[in-house]
């Protein structure tokens, strides 16, 4: 079984690597759409010439199709951050659809540079935030149809769906590259690992399951 | 005619007076959620007690329900900002369910302290942006179901329904207030009137007109 | 009559383009002085060689000098922002010299990226700024000699000269390139045109006056 | 073996609740100093009177003292953040003593708005932290004496002693009050306890496991 | 001649203390009108009802009249902050009026908040600044009238009238209360007095010219 | 002794030139590490290939080395900035540490562009900062092991040993390059030399002592 999870989980990552979300600076002109074919590299991106910009720079279609749930986790998650529309460079804000089939999920993680606001279109979700002043405390909703929720900044946070059907959310992050930081993957899937004994020690786990999780992730 | 026309801007400049949009400050704490019953006021909005504060403060319901668009504008927005979300104040998001009858529309805008992103959930709708640099350059798309569109910030834009039944759409603002400035109702709708000889030659109308467009609006 | 108009606001939009005004980063070394003369597009403008920098790319001549109000707005507008000195980037500031014929206007505006604070140096001008929470409420004074007025970041604003004779005065924005949207030419001027069904509506004008500004602006 | 652990624990997270760090504003005067008598809350928070500023508000004392390490973690965390040091309020930065046992460690963790910067004094300090873009990779080191370290803003970094003898470090943040969720106490710690099933399928554990996790955190 | 010259650092030094000038924050609302009857006190200021405000909130009168010179500086600074007025509250942007008598000048001195940009209305005056990096490089002009020129964040600057009769210019810097450190008075006025030992090394001077100066300052 | 005081000034200018410190953007990806090879010139710097980014980039060796204090400061700094590690670009933060010999100090300095944390790890060191408003007050402490002080942004501010024997101490800012301004050499020192007509009116000083001084600097 762990297999499978591995390859999925690292699809997952794949996918967001190319694809991290994001908050961000003020712009200094009306927009600085991002040039994939530039060598230079700087905070955000740079923009392409001005005279070539289009109105598809700003534009992205295909948010009403669902994502595909067929893995491990019962969820996909469709980005539209700046990789997908450069026109988003400079500006702060992104968006994404999330889709989950019944007991998909997705796990602990945060947005190192974004806070999350999300409506659900169809389903139930529950969501919640863990805040550490107060400390460690949940705070959590199970979302219908329609219900929105908010998750500050840099807070980890979890998404289920506690339905019987297909949950569907869209999800806006005021970021062009907001990060997304898997807990587990992050924890049990760094490259190369994290001493064992220490994640053992700091999770209360026996080195011999931590070993086998960071195998799997 | 004029007088339902005035009536319903009425509404909905009240419906924004108590429910304008945003961009953000940098947070300082996990959360400071607004206090509405704070005599304070400040850059945001106070926070309450965080001992007091609730997933309720994070959460919005009845985003699914259509807006009534029985109204001049064929049009209808539900507003979910720091107004309506308390736990919004100094996270710089916000976001918003638009809904058309076919051929509603929202007059020309900007929002002066936000970028927006939108995604259409049903219907086609037609979005638009003037840049000044290039100069008075319209960057517009129409929109179907699952396409996303941006505008810069502070930019003027427009949405207009251009199919023939029912068209919806999401949009979310990377601030806690973005503000609506309705540019027919500002010019034309302020209060004291802006000089009539003024806004004739503004707009190269005959002062009558102008008159006349102060009178309804 | 609409040709000559047209010409000039081209002059104006075109005088606009080159020199568009701001609002700003924070910078991250004593000077970041624009480079024009790089191939390389990022927010804001890259930097030329700090050893090759001199006293003269902090300053500009020539604002004594009245502009020319002969054209049908009788006003003249001239900006200092990075594009005039390249020591402006990264600085979040630039100043302008507004001069007024008699009856001179600049038609209603915005500065996407800006608060603007101005002077009057001499004559008399009306100023005018729109908010919209409270909503489409006109703050505004008649500015004689030495007046300092406000206008906050974004916000639809106007001047008219309402003095007999020339009027002067200075404005500085806390931008860089602050952006100036000239509501008329942006609604009624946008290329390609908004459609004039849509603005008929949301103007509650005529749609053949409509499209009679269209051809003008 | 787990109560003591999760009395430790307690302390830890009730000592980060009292004194948790950050990253932030831009002073609007010279200083602003925290009233800690007031009773209004803000982002951030109230200053006193200027008038009544000493210099002991900009001061603490005792960062040479080593911190307690008898506990679980063979760590201890003395921060100096604006609720030790109040005139740090609104100036976006902070400071910390660490100190670690043989084997001491600190569990991976997140600053949700603030980039560390670490020296060590002595002692032997492995420190990585795992970005997401690229994905799930591990940048660590092992810190000697008068080494220093960099965690970019929000990303999960662990600590952990290597050496034979105390290690002591001194951290800087660039947030008056940085934040620190412990990944294990958030996931595994939460109140009320997100769902354990969840849980298992995040983090691949039998649920019975993470059942006992969730009992000792 | 040292007394009089305390006495009118003195009154300048007042008059700054209770106007002091800025850079700043981002509004997150239409404005926030600086309440000067709340007794809290925030990051900037408290606002008002804005049910209140006025245009004169946003108003200030008097800039065309020109300063009292007859000091040791033959100098005088009339400012507009958020002292005077309140509207520029969170707006991140001040005014000024410098006025120098022949010979008349300002100390060297910094704006730890603000980026300053300054336009000569009348007369001749050198304007310069020092950069660090290059180092203690002065970049300096001779501005006559219409000459503009920019000084950089935080930068030590000067200047000196050189021109035979009255020298008029106008300063805007994009702060709400800039602040002004005149580096003569900071060094030697400052209050209790910097160990003069200290300072005679600092400056390469006589402990006893040292002496001197703090008592003249 | 002008002479080597001349030349050990220069070191340290030097030394800053390549050094200087920081405040800060906000991230948009993970990190930016520097790219020393880029002939390209931002706000900031560019970054290199995140596929080529090492830990080392976020690494620096050495700060428990003692500088050398056998100059007429009888100090030394030692900066770990952006320019010592690349991984610090876009990160707002810079640490460094600065030596003593017994009398040694810091002449009278700004940072334009941070504010500073400092303890004390041996020694005894005087530190004081000078507000402007209130007005030439001077916060001020005598800072033995273990002890902290905070200096706000932009402030003047002095650091003196007074202990018997070396002083060593830590301090961070809150910027990547935080810049520093040695007063006595900005105005004595500056390059071409400020008018000593001006700086004897600005110092008090006899205008032979200014010209002495700026042959000293």
Do not use: W
């Not at 690292?10 to 074919?37: E, H, K, M, R, W």
């Not at 530039?38 to 923009?47: D, E, H, M």
């Not at 019987?164 to 490259?191: D, K, M, R, Y």
């Amino acid at each position: 079984m762990a297999k499978p999870v591995v390859i999925v989980l690292s699809i997952i990552a794949l996918n967001v690597f190319y694809t991290a979300f994001a908050f961000g600076p003020i712009p200094l002109q009306d927009f600085c759409v991002a040039d994939p074919t530039s060598s230079t590299r700087v905070n955000g991106l740079p923009c392409k010439d001005p005279a070539t910009v289009q109105a598809d720079d700003f534009f992205f279609s295909g948010l009403h199709l669902p994502g595909n749930t067929t893995n491990p986790f019962g969820a996909a998650l469709t980005p539209v951050t700046v990789t997908q529309v450069p026109g988003l460079n400079t500006l702060g804000l992104s968006i994404a659809r999330l889709d989950f089939a019944a007991s998909g999920f997705i796990p602990p993680h945060t947005h190192p540079r974004a806070t999350e606001i999300l409506v659900v279109l169809e389903g139930s979700l529950e969501v919640g935030f863990i805040t550490t002043n107060p400390g460690y405390k949940n705070f959590n909703k199970v979302l219908e149809k329609g219900d929105v929720f908010v998750v500050p900044l840099g807070l980890v946070h979890y998404q289920r769906s506690v339905g019987t059907g297909n949950t569907v959310a869209i999800a806006a992050l005021n970021g062009q590259n907001p990060g997304i930081i898997a807990v587990p993957s992050a924890v049990f899937g760094a490259e190369p690992a994290i001493n064992s004994d220490y994640l053992a020690k700091a999770f209360l786990l026996d080195k011999k399951i931590v070993e086998e999780l960071q195998a799997k992730f």
